[in-house]
């Protein structure tokens, strides 16, 4: 009994039929839309949506995490097997090659976990001389305001100047759109500013713990594959 389910956790068509579920599932929650409930999936962390959120709303982002876990296994149960079956039979780089994009989906895969229960996203709007707070109870102070407009009065350039630090050692650094301030694991980007009646600055601010995980598995993976069509692109 344990033997044939090893088996079929080693096995490709396996893989390849939770791949086409997640595929599955994660298009019908893309077009079932869900509502208010459904659009809020984008502003938390995925956990606290799936707990704040019904089941008849997130069912099938359940299914995909199902699908998730189980190709997880998959991969870890085929990469045993690949290394017991190929070990000293074969050129090394082509034992290892896969094994890395196994190891690099995997980093993906918990990356996404640690971001899922760990991350943090908020939107809110700032003033001149206004201060963003943070749990440890330092304060990142909004010193300035700035935008810059075209001949026509169109906006072309806009940021905040934000100051962070202990008094007597602050720094200082300008956010503008794709420059956003990394300031204790916390990025702080500024998606909008008006400059009437007040200057004001729409400021998101994201934690994502797993961003580093993720940031190795997509290297892994993309060393996996390079190595893996040089070797065979040299037969």
């Known amino acids: 009994m344990l033997t044939k389910i090893y088996d079929r ?3 490709l068509t396996l893989g390849l039929w939770l791949i086409g579920g997640v595929c599955l599932f994660l298009g019908i929650g893309s077009f079932s839309g869900g509502g208010a409930e459904g659009s809020s999936i984008n502003d938390m962390p995925l956990f606290a949506w799936l707990r704040e959120t019904p089941v008849v709303t997130s069912w099938w982002l359940w299914l995909t995490i199902a699908c998730l876990a189980l190709l997880a296994l998959n991969t870890v149960v085929c990469s045993i097997e690949s290394l017991r079956n190929k ?4 050129n090394f780089l082509v034992l290892i090659a896969p094994q890395l994009m196994h190891l690099g989906f995997l980093l993906i895969v ?6 899922a229960y760990g991350g943090y996203k908020q939107v809110m709007q ?11 109870g330092e304060r990142v102070q909004v010193a ?11 906006m072309t350039d806009f940021g905040a100047e934000l100051r962070y630090g202990a008094p007597g050692n602050e720094k200082s650094q300008t956010i503008r759109p794709n ?3 990394f300031y204790k694991g916390v990025g702080i980007y500024v998606k909008d500013v008006g400059m009437v009646p007040e200057r ?3 400021v998101e601010i994201h934690r994502e713990p797993g961003a580093g995980c993720a940031l190795a598995g997509a290297l892994l993976f993309t060393v996996g594959n390079v190595v ?4 065979r692109r040299g037969k």
Do not use: K, N, Q
């Open 87 to 90: 070990y000293g039979r074969t």
């Open 179 to 181: 420059e956003p301030l």
């Open 110 to 115: 918990l990356a996404h976990l640690f971001s």
């Open 9 to 11: 956790l080693a096995s």
């Open 200 to 202: 004001t600055a729409l």
């Open 126 to 136: 700032v003033y001149e001389g206004s201060a963003i707070g943070f749990p440890d």
């Open 228 to 231: 893996l069509l040089a070797v």
């Open 144 to 154: 300035a305001i700035t935008a810059a407009a075209g001949p026509m009065g169109m």
